[in-house]
């Protein structure tokens, strides 16, 4: 099994681009778990080569949209404010699905699980 990259949140050195990495970590807690399990999704599947390139501006539009401030609705709101930021997600994963491979699914399923720690 080849393993494309693991992430830290706590590293500088995170992940290409690191920046993003970071970025999705900061909104963590208040996005939740079921939110950023989709984006270590789309994130894992950036980072495969064999990923084309229409399928990672999908990806980056879509995690763009999760760390950048403006959003339909502000994320600060309790109850419904990543709500949008799901939904993009969750049209990325399905535009992008064919690149969502078992080694991707891994992944993410073990990154999540060291940033929310079960």
Known sequence: MTRYQTIDANRQDAGKPAG???KIA?????AGR???HKALLL???VLNPATPAWARR????????????????????PGIGYTDDLSVIAA????????????VKQQAEQATNRWFKH
């Open 43 to 45: 994130y894992y599947a």
């Open 58 to 77: 999908v990806i980056y539009g879509a995690l763009a949209y999760l760390v950048l401030p403006l959003d339909a609705l502000p994320d600060f709101i």
């Open 26 to 30: 900061r909104v963590a807690n208040r």
């Open 92 to 103: 990325a994963l399905a535009a992008v699905a064919y690149y969502i491979t078992p080694e």
């Open 20 to 22: 993003l990495v970071r």
């Open 34 to 36: 079921t939110v950023i």
